[in-house]
């Protein structure tokens, strides 16, 4: 079993920044993938970022590109997501995720693929 803790959220005015933090105990955190997803107000979860067990590689949704990076601590088991140029789309509920990282494949931005999940952590960008 995987725990995992985000905390970082808060209010920040539009063209700020905020750096979330993901902290993982239980098994080792540097076998599993990591990702962040987010949730607003009446919608779906959707796809922010992910990067590999090793860091090597990390992917991003269109609409965070530029702005947002994953990066990750194995020796601290923490991902974090730095979150720039922040805009009222950006307010939701961000979660942090895991993904059994030892297998052949590295399904990124399937929610379904990740088996461990965080609480959240609310992100509200005021304009």
């Known amino acids: 079993q995987v725990q995992l803790v985000e905390s970082g959220g808060g209010l920040v005015q539009a063209g700020g920044s905020l750096r979330l933090s993901c902290a993982a105990s239980g098994r080792a955190f540097n076998d599993y993938h990591a990702g962040w997803f987010r949730q607003a107000p009446g919608k779906g979860r959707e796809f922010v970022a992910a990067i590999t067990r090793t860091g090597s590689w990390t992917n991003y949704a269109d609409a965070v590109k530029g702005r947002f990076t994953i990066s990750l601590n194995n020796s601290k088991d923490t991902v974090y997501l730095q979150m720039n140029m922040l805009k009222p789309s950006d307010t939701a509920l961000y979660f942090c995720?895991?993904?059994w990282g030892r297998g052949s494949h590295w399904f990124s931005d399937e929610e379904t693929r990740y088996a461990y999940w965080g609480q959240g952590t609310q992100v509200t960008v005021s304009s």
């Open positions: 995720a895991g993904q």
